[in-house]
């Protein structure tokens, strides 16, 4: 069987190790591992080495691999904490916290890179974007959800540049669709915490909760993507 080695970082693998991490975290817990830890730092060699912990085992597993680097494992090992939100309409929606090991310049542009957006967000079937300037864009976007499709148009604005994007609807399907992108000073040197933020009121198509659902569910992967795409840069 024939495969195209798709991640080319280090070593050449069909798919990028935090996508693989993202895929396996949901198993964990049932094939007993209750910890993945970034150990690289404990020798002077360099090569990232991940240490694997199952209690269970008798054995200790430990994973030397030069396609991550100790800043993408150490963002990685930290969990994506989702939380119901409410907006002052009264929009019900969700936050995402998660931690980014990137420059918050290269994280700026991924948000804003129209040309590969969907690459990262992929529910997105199209976009057009209608006017960009330095203050923002307007973009019309066609998205898939389950069995069907929905077509509006957001405006984006650049509230401050690499630091806060926000986003509301202006037309199109939905009654109400807001959100933001923040991105905070983290923990360490080359670490950031992004907070997201979405609300949407679907109206009478579609229950509003069951896109909610569908959105969470697919955020540690989406977030994956972006993981993914920051360390081909």
Known sequence: MQA?????????????PILTLARVKPYMSAMGITRVANVTGLDRIGIPVVMVCRPVLLVVLLLLSAALT??????AEKPINIE??????????????????APREAIWDLLTDYNRFRETFQRIHSLEVINEDDQGAEVRFEIKVLFLSFDYTLQRDYVRPYELLTWHRTGGDFQQISGSWRILPGPGEGIHVIVFESFVDV??????????NRAA?????????????LEEN
């Open 4 to 16: 195209s080695k798709h991640y080319q970082k280090g070593a050449h693998l069909l798919v990028d």
């Open 70 to 75: 100790p800043g993408s494992i150490a963002a």
């Open 203 to 212: 109206g009478y198509l579609v229950p509003t909760e069951m896109v909610r």
């Open 217 to 229: 569910q697919e955020l540690e992967t989406t977030v994956a993507r972006i993981r993914a795409r």
């Open 84 to 101: 119901d939100v409410t907006n002052e309409q009264g929009v019900k929606g969700l936050r995402a916290t998660y931690q980014l090991a």
